[in-house]
């Protein structure tokens, strides 16, 4: 049993974003902030604060990391466990249209709104978001 008493368990909620045009919206990890990730292509989301319903830290997140708001009911495309010798991250993705001018914090460098062409060829890109390619959720 690979169960550990001193592991955390964490949920994270992320979100692929589309506008009026049919893109996706990908944001680029600051290395500076993150060298241990680096530049890492990412959709935006972060760790629930708990006694919020997803929902509530989705829409904060989106709020923090792109000054954009969710428009309509975002629908969960998949669910992910992330699994580190410390923790245990379960990831629940959802899909969901912005709207807004995107401003970005200081946890991101850079953002593109991408077709899923364009998309599916940047690199480099987070692993747990490639899933979502390779599974052709969208």
Known sequence: NKFKDNMELQVGVKILLKNKEGKFLLLQRNPVKYP?????????GGRINPGLSLL????????EEAGLEIVGDPKLILAQDIIKTDKHVVRLTYMGEAAGEVK???????FRWLSIEEFSKLEP??????????????
């Open 104 to 110: 970005l914090s200081e946890e991101h460098s850079e």
């Open 125 to 138: 890109m987070d692993k747990y978001i490639k899933e979502i390619l390779d599974k052709k959720l969208i």
């Open 36 to 44: 241990e990730v680096g530049a890492k292509w990412d959709i935006v």
């Open 56 to 63: 509530e830290n989705l829409k904060r997140e989106v709020m």
